[in-house]
């Protein structure tokens, strides 16, 4: 195991956001510590109590709660690196637009690009490829943003195609390779 890092984990609004609980486990298991980052399109698709069990944490969820409200500056101090596992469309072009609606977003526009920033993608193909969501990456991408993926396959909604979530195993070894973790 490679020293012990400090991981900003956030989950947006996603049915992957089921085999994003795969990876975090898999990162506390392997003795990293993982602040967990929650939208409110995230928390749809899978519940609070699961993600604060899963990294041993509180899930912060909101810009505005009492006695969080610097944590869109702090974290990015305390982290060594970020991943944004699963990433929306809706995020990804949000990010790439400079819009600042929640914590998370919120985070990126106060992210300085000093330590890596992942992001794996998961949504429907025909999201994936149009061509607001592919400027919006290609601009993400300049700005220095890793994006992990997309698979090619069948996703949630029946259809197929390039979009679908990389596995877990597939994820860490990216992640492994950017000698991160």
């Not at 994003?20 to 980052?37: F, N, R, T």
Request: with cysteine; net charge neutral.
């Amino acid at each position: 195991m490679s020293k012990s890092k400090k991981i900003l984990f956030s989950l947006t609004g996603s049915i992957a956001c089921f085999k994003a609980c795969g990876l975090l486990s898999e990162l506390v298991k392997k003795g990293h510590v993982v602040q967990v980052v929650a939208t409110h399109g995230a928390q749809q698709f899978i519940g609070l109590p699961t993600l604060e069990g899963l990294s041993g944490k509180k899930v912060l969820t909101d810009l505005y709660s009492a006695g969080d409200a610097m944590e869109h500056i702090d974290l990015h101090k305390w982290a060594d690196f970020h991943v944004t596992c699963p990433m929306s469309a809706h995020k990804i072009n949000e990010f790439a637009a400079g819009l600042g609606s929640d914590l998370l977003s919120t985070l990126f526009l106060s992210y300085n690009f000093e330590k890596p920033w992942f992001m794996v993608p998961a949504m429907n193909p025909h999201m994936y490829h149009h061509p607001i969501t592919q400027n919006s990456i290609a601009k993400l991408n300049e700005l220095g943003v890793q994006f992990i993926g997309p698979d090619s396959g069948q996703v949630a909604c029946g259809y197929t195609g390039l979009g679908r979530m990389l596995e877990v195993e597939q994820i860490l070894t990216y992640l492994k390779h950017k000698e991160v973790v």
